[in-house]
């Protein structure tokens, strides 16, 4: 079975952060609770374990992962945009939105959605969350945990259907597994390509 670490939701302890940033250190694959339910995470850029997370998602190469990161200050560094898209991400987040965006240059294309060359970029409210990225220091590669039949709650439904395929759970108390409300802002138009737990109504 998983590792499980149990973490306190709004004051997270900062030792057990510590821990979890450990684990991601060694290239491993952990799940955690987000504003919008849980999500599987590995550190930047390690592909044996996204191909990891791909496996326990059965995604497909065009699946969209998604960078989480602790604010806007490096947006830029992963992927381009104009200032109106700027000014709205800047407007609604932190908070339960992903915004699909085209991806940098220098961005690997095994980060990038195969045809498209975009990325997904999420900033989360969750305390833990915010805590990880801060110790960090750098994004980390995220896909949210659903699993057709399942769905997540608490690291104990998370722990009775990943079993040992991640490292570590980390248990918050409840999690609503609401889905992000996704927001393509890579070309021209603003395109609502999933409405989740983020409010639409500051997005005009």
Known sequence: MSNVIRIHSENPQQRLIRQVVGVLDKGDVIAYPTDSGYALGCILGNKSAMEKIRDIRKLSKRHHFT???????????????????????????????????????????????????????????????????????????????????????????????LNSSVALVIDAGHCPPEPTTVIDLSGDEILILRKGAGSLDLIN
């Open 67 to 161: 960078l989480m990161m602790k604010d806007l200050s490096h947006v830029g560094e992963y992927a381009k945009f104009n200032n109106s898209a700027f000014r709205l991400m800047k407007k609604i987040l932190p908070g339960a939105y992903t915004f699909i965006l085209e991806g940098a240059k220098e961005v690997p294309n095994r980060l990038l959605h195969e045809k498209r060359k975009t990325i997904g970029i999420r900033i989360s409210n969750h305390p833990i969350v915010r805590a990880i990225l801060y110790e960090l220091t750098e994004p980390m590669m995220s896909v949210s945990l659903v699993i057709k039949g399942y769905e997540f709650y608490n690291y104990n439904d998370v722990q009775a259907v």
